[in-house]
Nanobody
Framework: EVQLVESGGGLVQPGGSLRLACAAS????????MNWVRQAPGQELEWVAY????????AYADSVKGRFTISRDNAKNTLYLELNALKTEDTAMYYC????????????RGQGTQVTVSS
């Protein structure tokens, strides 16, 4: 059974930083590309970042490029998203997503972790 468990969200002031983690189990994590997606209240799911299975390639949505960094530790079956220079518009539930090409939403996701950016 695929399990994805996100953590690390919280309340942060504009300009602040957070590091999200996604613990994966139930599948061969080290051979699968992964994505982060997010959903703001009343909005559709939005793709955020992509990483290949070997970490050889990454891609980012224009809205987060230069501020967010996706990474993974295949030995720990864990996906990460470092969020820097946070803006109020980054407020959303963040989900890790199994597989998929850059820019796509869909596929298995965890329960999400809430990121709230507010002064």
């Amino acid at each position: 059974e695929v399990q994805l468990v996100e953590s690390g969200g919280g309340l942060v002031q504009p300009g602040g930083s957070l590091r999200l983690a996604c613990a994966a189990s139930g599948f061969a994590f080290s051979v699968v590309a992964m994505n982060w997606v997010r959903q703001a209240p009343g909005q559709e799911l939005e793709w955020v970042a992509y990483i290949t299975a070997s970490s050889s390639g990454t891609a980012y949505a224009d809205s987060v490029k230069g501020r967010f960094t996706i990474s993974r530790d295949n030995a720990k079956n864990t996906l990460y998203l470092e969020l820097n220079a946070l803006k109020t518009e980054d407020t959303a539930m963040y989900y890790c997503q199994l597989g998929g090409l850059p820019g796509t939403v869909g596929g298995s996701r965890g329960q999400g972790t809430q990121v709230t950016v507010s002064s």
